[in-house]
């Protein structure tokens, strides 16, 4: 079982950054690929990035490439969300979630944490 709890969510203004963390609970934490997604109101929850259980992989949605980054601390078992240039449609709610490396979808969610973008 993995207990997953976000931070660091907020408004911001567009071109602003923020960092989103997610913090994990159990001694298995590197045996997780770590990933992010969102929900924008009215809108289906799309993934957003993950890392691999070492932290040398990524992948990441095209609307995301070159702002957003992820990496992981596996000593503290926490993973980030370095979220740059944001713009208005940027504006979701962010989850955290782990899975197995040897499946492929997602078991653990985080609560989510708001990030609200203003023009």
């Known amino acids: 079982q993995v207990q997953l709890v976000e931070s660091g969510g907020g408004l911001v203004q567009a071109g602003g950054s923020l960092r989103l963390s997610c913090a994990a609970s159990?001694?298995?934490?590197?045996?997780?690929?770590m990933g992010w997604f969102r929900q924008a109101p009215g809108k289906e929850r799309e993934f957003v990035i993950d890392?691999?259980?070492?932290?040398?992989?990524?992948d990441y949605a095209e609307s995301v490439k070159g702002r957003f980054t992820i990496s992981r601390d596996n000593a503290k078992n926490t993973v980030y969300l370095q979220m740059n240039s944001l713009t208005v449609e940027d504006t979701a709610v962010y989850y955290c979630?782990?899975?197995?490396?040897?499946?492929?979808?997602?078991?653990?969610w985080g609560q989510g944490t708001q990030v609200t973008v203003s023009s």
């Open positions: 159990g001694r298995t934490f590197s045996s997780y690929v």
């Open positions: 979630a782990a899975r197995r490396f040897d499946v492929s979808s997602y078991k653990y």
């Open positions: 890392i691999n259980r070492s932290g040398f992989s990524t």
